[in-house]
């Protein structure tokens, strides 16, 4: 039996609950907390006990002593278990990839409409109340309540049914709000595999709650690439994310058939959820270049290549967007639309009429993959001042129908060049408050720039991302939320700051030093 | 001729403009751009030059090359150049301190209201609208503006007569919003004025808007502080201020005689501004010990102590109010209005009623302080979830009779144990967008514990405040904050990135690997 876990939190052990209905175990952290010491009017010592505070637990089991790595260094299949006795699934032999049985549905969406409560489902509405039930307190979160909102599209639950090592977690408005950071590696390293886990434990610590995964470089081949995704999917237990126009770019002419492959192979090794920007369309990206700057991005300068490789031709994902859709919902992993036509300056946000356009699409896009049972997210990065978060959030619920917001920043300005993590800590907070259900950590400029070492960039992202997160939380009164504000502030009134603020804060202290 | 200045930006050079009424050279910073580059249709090359862009300076005369230091490694005293025309003022030969004429009044507020605009407010208007006018637009800030606005008591400009180096600047709603430093020192140093100027240019050269002074310390005989404040005082071109009761506390017995003394040398030596807690009566301070977490401030334990040692006694800065003013408005030393009562837990934040009788009293207070011709500022402090900060805002404005707001964060969770900085700047941010003028920045964790090198994370703190309080301009739209903005993504659009870009951004580059 090893005694010390790969991931450790001062003052704290790994705990399960156990579902109800399913057999599920959800992993949680349990915070023992010191008892409280008061003198009373004559002077003697009165010692009360305080219940220990049992908190969300993005650490996986990684945190649990007990857990022995496997032979391929992944974590157990457990969702693979229940297959066994599913009817709706069934498996590739020759590719070794689950897959919906013809006709079938295998999507949560699909299971909340029909009215039943997943494992997944249940598993979720443990781990985001728990810290209230703990304290014998009643929460709105039920998996009935979980069920309803992946049903309304209003919250959806990335797993893909190939990811058989993930925890499930719920991204929605009326949950709390997720951090998502992309993950990568030094192309000069050696040992990418022991760097890439490295990295993701340091991510769990910190309370990551998805991945996306950039390991798509040009001077990389795609196997390698492939080869990374894969030994990240089998070691995490968070969903991962991809942009699979990026893991096709490279293999060489663009265009659907080849794209579809590479989908279905992303699909079947296990991407919980896929960026794309089936709302790009040729007309908006020529008129982008009326704009003060355009998208630096990659996924950007692919398109408008295209564009200009294939004239007359109109975005492929748009044009065969339904079959798209079929392939996602049979793995159910879920679609995030991506804003093609974001403001990357404070100067074109101030009259956006391209995105305008561009939300006019997602509207029939979003609807159009819930007809095919797909999980549907709708993305918003990009610039914005302060005055203008809370109108572009109300705008997005709108005209996503209500579908949850993946927004990274926005940032309020241009000016604070090679520190967007901090702008986007501050856009965030107000975003997240008013309606954003997950907030992407900012990429280090130096990895924009390919510079070697951007490890520290990106905790420093997350780190503030995270804070960014909890204080929407704690500004939207979510269950439970501020439970740690309070006891952490019970603790240093009664003098236990060293030992116990320390074990309940947020962001652990070895990390600290990121910041000093 | 010194060729190298003692701060140094790239691709800037110092330039000074002119008052029209009066004989005042006011310091900016000219950053030149490189030229556009295009090709026409027919390939050929066209160069549009770009007109430089001038911005708000606070480096004062240390990026100016021409600048050689004094025998005393002061500045020069420009502001004393006027004083022998003046018949309002004289000097105490003696103590070498200027001070109004008997029955003579000197401060800004009371010559505004008198309809005389001094040359602060026109130092100040040229500062603030700077930027716009070299693009030939025209802005709202004239000097007139300026001079309604101190009259209304809306913006204070916190110059006493005494800081004779200082460089005016305006803290108000209508103005761009500044961000406030503690200065300290370490205890251990051989030669704490050399690392006081060190850490000054630094804080210039960042972007600092004024500095709170705490070189009191228990370890310290206060001879020692009031030396070090002085020689920070000589140096510093922006304003500097002090909590006067910190610099009486430990000389002995605290009562208000000894305060006067204490307040009156700390008026001659040059101090614009004093934070007092005069608004913390001993009925709210008793109240204060049922809450979940009390403030740990010094100013709030040394009142604390002191109402213990004085049964039934008030606070003297309350009783004594009125010879306060007189005091501060001999010299013209703004008042800072502290918030004893401000809550430090988000637990008691959610009903602050203790805030809410404080607020009361800090209506009196400003209508007596104004009675008096002392200009005002009202603080706002402390813990409040996101959702409450508009709120908080609007209130103290009312309260406050529309007086500047220096605020600290508010702070948004306490979860983030040793992050405040990150907290300050989320809810800096909104405070600021919202109403606040002066952004403090927070004091690093080692400092309130006594550790020794604290100041990258002063410098920390300060640079993510300068982002929030620009952030807070963008959304405010003051005149000319987005220029810089814009001219950032013009130059990107035009690959002039590194160097433009590099230029022009917010916060200079050498100083970024504070934060990565």
């Known amino acids: 039996m090893k005694q010390r876990a790969m991931i450790q939190y001062p003052r704290s052990e790994k705990c399960y609950v156990s579902g109800r209905v399913n057999k599920i175990q959800v992993g949680m952290r349990r915070i023992t907390l010191q008892d409280t010491v008061q003198l009373t009017a004559s002077g003697e010592k009165t010692v009360k006990p305080n219940s220990p505070l049992v908190v969300y637990d993005t650490s996986g089991a990684y945190s649990d002593p007990q857990f022995e790595k496997g032979e391929a260094g992944g974590l157990p299949p457990m969702r693979a278990e229940s297959y066994g006795r599913r009817k709706d699934l069934c498996r590739d032999e020759g590719r070794g990839a689950y897959r919906a049985k013809p006709g079938k549905i295998v999507t949560q969406l699909y299971y909340a409409k029909k009215r039943i409560i997943t494992p997944e489902m249940e598993y979720v509405a443990i781990r985001e109340n728990q810290q209230v039930e703990t304290l014998g307190l009643k929460s709105y979160i039920t998996p009935e309540f979980v069920r309803k909102e992946v049903a309304a599209g209003r919250a959806v639950i990335p797993a893909n049914i190939n990811h058989v090592e993930l925890e499930p977690m719920i991204i929605g408005n009326r949950f709390l709000v997720k951090v998502n950071s992309p993950i990568n590696y030094r192309l000069e390293l050696q040992e990418p595999i022991r760097e890439v886990e490295e990295q993701l434990l340091n991510y769990l610590a910190i309370g990551c709650d998805t991945l996306t995964a950039l390991f798509e470089q040009e001077e990389r081949p795609m196997e390698e690439a492939d080869h990374l995704r894969s030994a990240l999917l089998r070691r995490s237990p ?125 509207r029939e896009l979003v609807r159009r993959a819930w007809d095919h049972q797909v999980q549907t997210m709708v993305e918003s990065a990009g610039h914005a001042p302060m005055d203008k978060i809370q109108g572009q959030m109300k705008e997005i619920q709108y005209m996503g129908h209500g579908a949850p917001i993946f927004t990274s920043g926005p940032l309020l300005t241009n000016a604070a060049c090679g520190l967007d993590a901090v702008g986007m800590a501050i856009g965030g907070a107000q975003a997240a408050w008013q309606g954003a259900s997950l907030l992407c950590c900012s990429e280090p400029e130096e990895a924009l720039r390919g510079k070697s070492d951007t490890r520290r960039g990106y905790y420093q992202s997350l780190i503030m991302a995270k804070i960014a997160a909890h204080a929407a939380d704690v500004a939207k009164a979510h269950p439970g939320a501020g439970m740690r504000d309070h006891a952490i502030c019970k603790a240093m009134a009664e003098g236990n700051r060293e030992a116990d603020a320390e074990a309940l804060s947020l962001i652990p202290k070895r990390f600290l030093k990121l910041l000093k």
């Open 238 to 362: 968070i969903p991962v994310g991809v942009n699979p126009l990026l893991a096709t770019a490279w293999a060489g002419e663009l265009d659907w058939p080849l794209f579809r492959d590479r989908l279905i192979a992303l699909c079947e090794a296990g991407v919980d959820f896929v960026r794309l920007y089936p709302s790009l369309l040729r007309g908006e990206c020529e008129q982008l270049r009326q704009r003060l700057l355009r998208p630096r991005s990659l996924e950007y300068r692919i398109w408008d290549n295209w564009f200009l490789a294939h004239k007359g031709e109109e975005n492929f994902l748009y044009v065969h967007f339904d079959e798209l859709c079929e392939i996602l919902g049979s793995y159910d992993v879920t679609l995030s639309l991506g804003d093609g036509m974001r403001a990357v300056s404070i100067y074109d946000a101030a009259a956006d009429s391209l995105r305008q356009e561009e939300l006019k699409r997602v």
